[in-house]
T-cell receptor, first 111, second 116 residues
Framework: GQQVMQIPQYQHVQEGEDFTTYCNSSTTLSNIQWYKQRPGGHPVFLIQLVKSGEVKKQKRLTFQFGEAKKNSSLHITATQTTDVGTYFCAGPASSASKIIFGSGTRLSIRP | GAVVSQHPSRVICKSGTSVKIECRSLDFQATTMFWYRQFPKQSLMLMATSNEGSKATYEQGVEKDKFLINHASLTLSTLTVTSAHPEDSSFYIC????????????FGSGTRLTVV
C-alpha cells in the first residue's frame, strides 16, 4: 500500500546548527503537507506544497517539493530550542479525502 | 483560524468499561472528521474517517465494533472505545478540515487513554 517514509527518525543537534528531514512517498503526490508536533501536544499544520519543484520559506524553515512530486524536505536554519518536536510530512491518500502521515522525525536540541 | 476541541484530554478507565471521546469543530462545519491513534514516539495511524450522517469508514485492521464512531452533526464526532483493555491505552486524536477554508487539517488536543 501507499507509504510515506521520513528520515532520519531522530536528530539531536546543538542549538544553532541546521536540521533537515526528508520525506519520501511510494507514490506521486498531488500535494504534500508538513506538520509539527511538540512533545505532549498535537500536530499543527505548517505548510502545503503543490507544485513540482516548489520551494517555500517560513522564517528559518525552508520547504521543498521534489520535481517528481514523490519527495519533500524541511530544512531549519540555526535551530532554536523552540524548534523541538516531531516533524511529520503528510500526503493525500490515493483514494478518499484522507491523508497519510509520514513516520516523522523527532528533533531534540542541546542548548 | 479553525479550532477543533477534543475532550476529555485524559481518561483512566477500568478494563471492560467503555470510554467516549468527543471531537467538536468550533466556528466551522466538518462533514468529515478523522480519528487517529498514536503510540509513544510513533506516527499517527489513521483509524477511521467519520462521515456526517453516514457510517464511518474504518482502516484495515481496525475493529469497527470496538471503536464506535458517530458523526451525528456537522460539528461533532464521537469515538467510543468499547470494552477497553490495557492494549487500547494510547493517544487518540481527531482532526477536521474546514470546507473551502484554509488548507491543512486542524487537530484536536488529543485524549490520553489509560486502561487499568
Amino acid at each position: 500500500g501507499q507509504q510515506v517514509m521520513q528520515i532520519p527518525q531522530y536528530q539531536h543537534v546543538q542549538e544553532g546548527e541546521d536540521f533537515t528531514t526528508y520525506c519520501n512517498s511510494s507514490t506521486t503526490l498531488s500535494n504534500i503537507q508538513w506538520y509539527k508536533q511538540r512533545p505532549g501536544g498535537h500536530p499543527v499544520f505548517l505548510i502545503q506544497l503543490v507544485k513540482s519543484g516548489e520551494v517555500k520559506k517560513q522564517k528559518r524553515l525552508t520547504f521543498q517539493f521534489g520535481e517528481a512530486k514523490k519527495n519533500s524536505s524541511l530544512h531549519i536554519t540555526a535551530t532554536q530550542t523552540t524548534d523541538v518536536g516531531t516533524y511529520f510530512c503528510a500526503g493525500p491518500a490515493s483514494s478518499a479525502s484522507k491523508i497519510i502521515f509520514g513516520s516523522g522525525t523527532r528533533l531534540s536540541i542541546r542548548p | 483560524g479553525a479550532v477543533v476541541s477534543q475532550h476529555p484530554s485524559r481518561v483512566i478507565c477500568k478494563s471492560g468499561t467503555s470510554v467516549k471521546i468527543e471531537c467538536r469543530s468550533l466556528d466551522f462545519q466538518a462533514t468529515t472528521m478523522f480519528w487517529y491513534r498514536q503510540f509513544p514516539k510513533q506516527s499517527l495511524m489513521l483509524m477511521a474517517t467519520s462521515n456526517e450522517g453516514s457510517k464511518a469508514t474504518y482502516e484495515q485492521g481496525v475493529e469497527k465494533d470496538k471503536f464506535l464512531i458517530n458523526h451525528a452533526s456537522l460539528t461533532l464526532s464521537t469515538l467510543t472505545v468499547t470494552s477497553a483493555h490495557p492494549e487500547d491505552s494510547s493517544f487518540y486524536i481527531c482532526s477536521a478540515r474546514e470546507i473551502a477554508g484554509p488548507v491543512g487539517y486542524t487537530f484536536g488536543s488529543g485524549t490520553r487513554l489509560t486502561v487499568v
